[in-house]
């Protein structure tokens, strides 16, 4: 995968966490965590836009159907 460097600004305080998950191992460089993380942004506003379309087209889950699937993963 081809990569460009870029510069980005984010607030101290997360910069610091970020670090302190690369420094912890949980995160193989800062570089990876901010792909990983836009990456996981873009993917998921992705999915509620899907599940928008969905609902306009076959409307909202009513009370029942939403009960009924937290009982499924519950069981997982």
Same mark, same amino acid.
């Given at each position: ?10 607030? +101290?305080?997360? =910069? ?30 992705? =999915?509620? %836009? ?11 889950? +009513?009370?029942? %159907? ?11």
């Amino acid at each position: 995968m081809t990569t460009a460097k870029i510069a980005i600004s984010m607030p +101290n305080e997360v =910069l610091q966490l970020a670090r302190h998950e690369v420094k912890a191992g949980r995160a193989k460089s800062l570089s990876a965590l901010v792909s990983e993380a836009v990456d996981e942004k873009l993917r998921r506003d992705e =999915l509620a %836009a899907i599940l928008d379309a969905m609902d306009a087209e076959l409307s909202p889950p +009513n009370t029942e %159907a939403k009960a009924w699937a937290r009982r499924l993963v519950r069981r997982r």
